[in-house]
């Protein structure tokens, strides 16, 4: 069983910074696509970032271009999202999501990721 948890969510002030890390159990992420997405109150999920399963390439949505970092550490099968200069419009629900087998680039879209971690809230106060 695929299990998916995210740590790291907090409570920052504008302009501070949070890492967050997902600990993915049950299958290697070596060969996998990974993602995160985030999620505010009232408003649709979104894309954030993500990372091919050689960590090579990544995608950011415009938002947090040059604020945020997605890696990938596949020794201990863990994906991190940096995050520094947050703004309140960060605020929000964040997910970690790992691609289905056979998936080696980036990807954008919610429907391409098979699992989902419950997510890990990130707050920025103004």
């Known amino acids: 069983q695929v299990q998916l948890v995210e740590s790291g969510g907090g409570l920052v002030q504008a302009g501070g910074s949070l890492s967050l890390s997902c600990v993915v159990s049950?299958?290697?992420?070596?060969?996998?696509?990974m993602g995160w997405f985030r999620q505010a109150p009232g408003k649709e999920r979104e894309f954030v970032a993500a990372i091919s399963w050689s960590g090579v390439t990544t995608s950011y949505v415009d938002s947090v271009k040059g604020r945020f970092t997605i890696s990938k550490e596949n020794a201990k099968n863990t994906v991190y999202l940096q995050m520094v200069s947050l703004k309140p419009e960060d605020t929000a629900v964040y997910f970690c999501?790992?691609?289905?087998?056979?998936?080696?680039?980036?990807?954008?879209?919610?429907?391409?990721?098979?699992?989902w971690g419950l997510g890990t809230q990130v707050t920025v106060s103004s």
């Open positions: 049950g299958r290697s992420i070596s060969r996998f696509a």
């Open positions: 999501a790992a691609s289905g087998p056979g998936r080696n680039g980036v990807y954008r879209n919610s429907y391409d990721y098979d699992y």
